[in-house]
């Protein structure tokens, strides 16, 4: 099984409300044992001079809480130190009863895998009070660069960890998902918050899962973030994902007139995942986009391009093969450069008479959109497959193996409810 891990920087804002689709729902189960949390956002990314680019994905968080709490838990992975002779870290997994989640000395040993993280320092400062910190806990006085760098030169021992503290205290650690799921609505929310963060860039990082539906005979996808970090404006904005490609004889169709006619090529293949409701390992299907090679030399272009093509061939019916890559993710209409093929006939005729030029109409429109996709388009190849194509001992067959899920638990028949609960305010003091 392997586990896809994404990672994105952009806006974060609540998913669309329609009459059919809230963000944000609290619902009983049909049992009425408990209760499920839905919480629904998005992540738009941007373009050049941070302009909407159209690449839009959506995040999903979603959890039970039992009506009778008694006796839950919450599983942590706790760091003994690190091993010499492995050189790894040592570690362990603990139980810890519900009530003692929040526990500053549980949450301190507990390692950075257990942890839902939302930290509202920007990354950059983040970067350098970590310096000064370690400095200070070393009995050493910190590098002037670094104090430099948060406006902190020239400042007294204790103004420097009072703004160490003030800044540790924008970083939140969260060890069960109820808590971290409540802690974003609310980031999304709240106005004062909106107000702080709504034009801001994050860094979120967590995991694609996937789960499949007997009743409905498909497979679904969910992006569940874990980690969310505050970056500077200048950051870039993109979304990628790390996958390993399974796919065999029947995962290429007409690769090279599809090159030839539309500039890409889709590779249909499949990826090893843990289903999300039935717990069972089982194989989903995903799509790689290829991209035609353009680097400018034409005869390099082709050579590339027909080596591709090859390593995603399979010639054995029965034979899967993988490939560990990087995707850049891709969901919605996609903004291209103005043509004459774009302009309208007035627009036309103004270049002809020499009113304007096409420059002068690019620059006041900027671009246009083009048709909505969702695509997963190939990067580079992930570390341990820079030599390329991978043999496995997976059969075409293997490639077909759904498990039946648990449908009441995959679409439980529910009924609303609302928000009650009072919780304490953990973003009080910040702003």
């Not at 990354?123 to 070393?138: G, N, P, V």
């Amino acid at each position: 099984m392997d586990r896809i891990n994404f990672e994105m920087c952009g806006l974060l804002s609540m998913a669309h409300e329609t009459e059919n689709f809230k963000p944000y729902e609290e619902k009983a189960t049909a049992k009425g044992n408990g209760k499920m949390f839905n919480l629904n956002f998005n992540v738009q990314m941007l373009g050049k001079d941070n302009n909407t680019n159209g690449n839009q994905q959506m995040m999903r968080l979603s959890t039970y809480m039992p009506n009778d709490m008694s006796g839950k838990t919450v599983y942590v992975y706790i760091n003994d130190g690190y091993d010499a002779k492995t050189k790894k870290f040592k570690g362990h997994s603990e139980q810890i009863a519900w009530e003692r989640r929040n526990d500053a000395s549980i949450k301190k040993k507990a390692s950075e895998i257990s942890k839902y993280i939302v930290d509202l320092e920007v990354a950059s400062r983040r970067k350098h009070f970590r310096y000064i910190e370690k400095a200070l806990e070393e009995g050493k006085t910190p590098m002037l660069n670094n104090l430099k760098e948060v406006g902190l030169e020239g400042a007294e021992t204790d103004a420097i960890k009072e703004a160490l503290e003030k800044s540790n205290k924008k970083r939140f650690e969260f060890l069960s998902e109820y808590d971290f799921l409540l802690f974003v609505h609310k980031l999304l929310t709240e106005e004062k918050y909106v107000n702080a963060f709504g034009d801001k860039k994050f860094n979120i990082r967590g995991e694609h899962t996937f789960s499949y539906s007997t009743a409905k005979g498909k497979w679904y996808g969910n992006f569940v973030p874990q980690k969310i970090y505050l970056q500077d404006d200048d950051a870039e904005s993109f979304a990628r994902e790390n996958v390993v490609l399974y796919y065999g004889e029947d995962s290429l169709d007409d690769a090279e007139g599809m090159l030839e006619e539309t500039g890409k090529y889709s590779v249909n293949g499949w990826v090893h995942v843990t289903d999300d409701y039935s717990r069972e390992v089982m194989f989903a299907p995903y799509t790689a986009m290829i991209a035609k090679t353009a680097t400018g030399d034409t005869e390099k272009d082709a050579k590339a391009d027909k080596i591709r093509i090859a390593r995603f061939t399979v010639d054995n019916e029965d034979e899967i093969k993988c490939m560990g890559m990087t995707v850049n993710l891709w969901s919605g209409a996609e903004r291209k450069e103005i043509t004459e093929d774009d302009l309208s006939e007035d627009q036309l005729e103004s270049i002809l008479i020499g009113d304007c030029t096409l420059e002068d109409i690019q620059r006041e429109l900027g671009g246009v959109w083009g048709d909505r996709v969702n695509e997963n388009r190939f990067c580079k190849l992930m570390r341990g497959f820079t030599g390329g194509v991978q043999d496995t001992t997976f059969t075409r067959e293997d490639m077909n193996n759904v498990v039946s899920d648990d449908d009441n638990a995959f679409e439980e028949a529910v009924e609303g409810t609302s928000s009650s609960e009072d919780e304490e305010d953990l973003f009080d003091g910040l702003l």
